[in-house]
């Protein structure tokens, strides 16, 4: 709490007029990253066309803001300190937006619907795109290549593994690899 006093410019008895502790802070804090987050995903999906491009526009903007703001990415995602109220996390906005994606793409049938509904599907997405952006951000000196390109690249690649998860989730390694190599020598082909 003296840290963040000094960083505003207020004495640290100050603080505690308007948080009770290092934890109300910090859940302050994520609701403000997490409110500035729901925003950017918005934004993207306003110029989709359909539900995958939404889908796709969601995840590049969420990479994005975390890159962009990498510091309270860290505090929201990456540190020790978790929200109180972690179902609230979960269900604020920004998932919110995720689940009505991901349900909109099972309807249009991008991807196969699921008796779980959207919600496995969705933090398969929300862990793929997280890992990435975290990986970027703390690991930077990887060899990532050009991350614009790695970013679609992991994005288009985990949308079409949930749209071939219904069919290909059952099969036993064998199987999967056989069905892999023929949509790598097809790649316009999908099997029923």
Not at 104 to 128: I, K, Q, T, W, Y
Not at 136 to 165: F, H, R, Y
């Amino acid at each position: 709490m003296r840290s963040v006093a000094e960083r505003v410019g207020v004495t640290t008895p100050s603080i505690y007029r308007h948080f009770k502790d290092k934890d109300d802070l910090m859940d302050a804090v994520c609701s403000d990253v997490f409110g500035a987050l729901a925003r950017a995903l918005a934004g993207a999906a306003d110029s989709a066309a359909g539900p995958l491009e939404r889908l796709l526009a969601q995840g590049r903007a969420y990479i994005d803001f975390a890159l962009a703001n990498a510091e309270e990415y860290r505090i929201v995602f990456m540190s020790g300190c978790a929200p109180k109220n972690t179902d609230g996390v979960l269900t604020n906005d920004c998932f919110s937006q995720l689940l009505a994606t991901v349900e909109a793409c099972m309807e249009a049938g991008v991807f196969p619907a699921s008796p779980d509904g959207p919600l496995p599907a969705a933090m398969r997405l929300f862990a793929s795109a997280h890992g990435l952006a975290s990986l970027l951000i703390c690991k930077p000196w990887l060899p990532w290549g050009n991350t614009d390109a790695m970013v679609q690249a992991m994005l288009l690649m985990c949308a079409g593994g949930c749209s071939l998860e219904g069919r290909l989730a059952a099969l036993a390694p064998a199987e999967l690899a056989g069905e892999l190599s023929l949509l790598a020598t097809e790649p316009g082909r999908r099997r029923g």
